[in-house]
């Protein structure tokens, strides 16, 4: 599940960075590096567990599939907090900046 749900948010973000026009100052590809990055580690994690497993790991328990999910959903909070934490560092639309001016 963890690789499906990184796969699933890394096309997600790759349409919206291709669809974007603004892709370079919302940093969109930032967050496709997270996402496919994310979804590569989980394919080499699948596959090493694969060939400890064999033909059960495709029969994950229920505990285990509810725990993929929750670690899946996880990483993709994370990633998502990293991009925005990065786009209020940089402000690419200077909005926290004029924030600031206007409240001092």
């Given at each position: ?48 567990e694969y060939r400890e497993l064999g033909a059960s790991f495709f029969v994950p328990d229920f505990e285990s599939l509810v725990n993929d999910t929750f670690l899946g959903l996880s990483v993709v909070a ?27």
């Amino acid at each position: 599940m963890t690789l499906l749900i990184t796969v699933f948010a890394a096309v997600a973000a790759t349409a919206l960075w291709y669809g974007s026009d603004s892709r370079h100052q919302m940093k969109w590809g930032t967050l496709c590096w997270l996402f496919w990055g994310a979804s590569l580690m989980w394919l080499v994690d699948a596959i090493f567990e694969y060939r400890e497993l064999g033909a059960s790991f495709f029969v994950p328990d229920f505990e285990s599939l509810v725990n993929d999910t929750f670690l899946g959903l996880s990483v993709v909070a994370l990633a998502l907090v990293i991009w925005i934490v990065n786009l209020l560092i940089t402000d690419p639309k200077h909005v926290v900046r004029n924030e600031l001016i206007h409240k001092s």
